[in-house]
């Protein structure tokens, strides 16, 4: 089992600049993707950012020019333990939400392709 761990929300006023951090508990064989999303108590869960073996970025429209997502040096690779950080820049209070990190992957070589959650961080932007 995989244990993903996010990091780095808290009360940033507007304007401000947060940074997140997912952290895997084990290595994984492959990783296909790895993702941002939030969610406002009472709202669906929304796509924030998404990076994959491809190279460029998926960002959101809400958050293009604003966040950037990134990953260590060699996520992609086998037996990776990934990082992956969402940078957010310019923060305003509509993106406000529980923030989760989510990884598809590979545990082993044999088995197939899961996806898995964190238990999310909370960005509140505020004066």
């Known amino acids: 089992q995989v244990e993903l761990v996010e990091s780095g929300g808290g009360l940033v006023q507007p304007g401000g600049s947060l940074r997140l951090s997912c952290a895997a508990s084990r290595k994984f064989f492959s990783i296909a993707t790895l993702a941002w999303y939030r969610q406002v108590p009472g709202k669906q869960r929304e796509f924030v950012a998404l990076?994959?073996?491809?190279?460029?970025?998926?960002?959101?429209?809400?958050?293009k020019g604003r966040f950037t997502i990134s990953g260590d040096s060699g996520i992609f690779d086998h037996n990776a333990m990934p990082t992956v950080i969402l940078q957010m820049n310019s923060l305003k209070p509509e993106d406000t939400a529980v923030y989760y990190c989510?990884?598809?992957?590979?545990?082993?070589?044999?088995?197939?392709?899961?996806?898995?959650w964190g238990k999310g961080t909370l960005v509140a932007v505020s004066s």
């Open positions: 989510n990884v598809d992957g590979w545990i082993t070589e044999l088995g197939g392709c899961e996806n898995y």
């Open positions: 990076m994959d073996t491809r190279g460029p970025t998926n960002l959101t429209d809400a958050v």
